[in-house]
């Protein structure tokens, strides 16, 4: 049922900005995207959402394409407490979770 | 602040047998939804109760069956327990409709033997 695409896995060096692409091409006008994380054996952790305009909060950034068919979420300056899988949900009155990207932080 | 409670951490229970899982959402929030998360796989959808009614469900047999009482908090009940069903049920809670984020507990941990 994901209506997302993400890639399987990256590595991000302490420091850097981590830049987490993901494809969402069927969204519809009134969907929302949302990024969660999850870090081993806990519940995901809401990060940010948006519907077309980028966002910004304490813990990230989300642009958003101007078609809606891409985002990217940007954590500016990972650190090794930000290792975890990252989530790209399309919400349809519920998250629709697929398999995620696994990010590693390296020291 | 509490978020979202759920009990019990821990469950192992045997084939065959009955389990409820119990969540009481964060303060404000009127809705509940239940996930099932395999064992290194993405938390999958097993359905969600505003006001009281099951208003959306995933692709989960009857044996899944739940409740939602006045003071919005929940229930997660399972019957005839299969090995496969053995995961972790994560509730996570909300206002309403899209835009608001989800808030989720930490889970049970269900083992069937």
């Known amino acids: 049922d994901a209506k997302t695409t993400q890639p399987t896995s990256m590595d991000c060096a302490e420091g850097r900005a981590a830049n987490l692409p993901c494809n969402h091409s069927?969204?519809?006008?009134?969907?929302?995207v949302y990024w969660y994380r999850q870090i081993h054996s806990q519940g995901p952790q809401y990060i940010i959402h948006?519907?077309?305009n980028n966002e910004t909060n304490e813990m990230a950034s989300l642009i958003i394409t101007e078609d809606r068919k891409s985002s990217t979420l940007i954590l500016p300056h990972a650190t090794l407490r930000d290792t975890a899988v990252y989530y790209c949900?399309?919400?349809?009155?519920?998250?629709?979770f697929g398999a995620g990207t696994t990010v590693t932080v390296r020291a | 602040d509490a978020g979202v409670t759920q009990s019990p951490t821990h469950l192992i229970k045997t084939r065959g047998q009955q389990v409820t899982l119990r969540c009481s959402p964060k303060?404000?929030?009127?809705?509940v939804s239940w996930y099932q998360q395999a064992l290194g796989q993405g938390p999958q959808f097993i359905f969600q109760?505003?006001?009281?009614?099951?208003?959306q469900r995933g692709n989960f047999p009857d044996r899944f069956s739940g409740h939602q009482f006045p003071n919005y908090s929940s229930e997660l009940n399972v019957n005839a327990l299969l090995l496969g069903d053995s995961a972790l049920y994560l509730c996570?809670?909300?206002?309403?409709?899209?835009?608001?984020?989800?808030?989720f507990g930490s889970g049970t941990r269900l083992t069937v033997v």
């Open positions: 996570a809670s909300s206002l309403g409709g899209q835009g608001d984020g989800y808030t």
């Open positions: 069927t969204i519809s006008g009134n969907e929302y």
């Open positions: 948006g519907l077309k």
């Open positions: 949900i399309v919400n349809d009155y519920k998250l629709s």
């Open positions: 303060s404000g929030h009127d809705t």
């Open positions: 109760y505003y006001e009281e009614e099951e208003r």
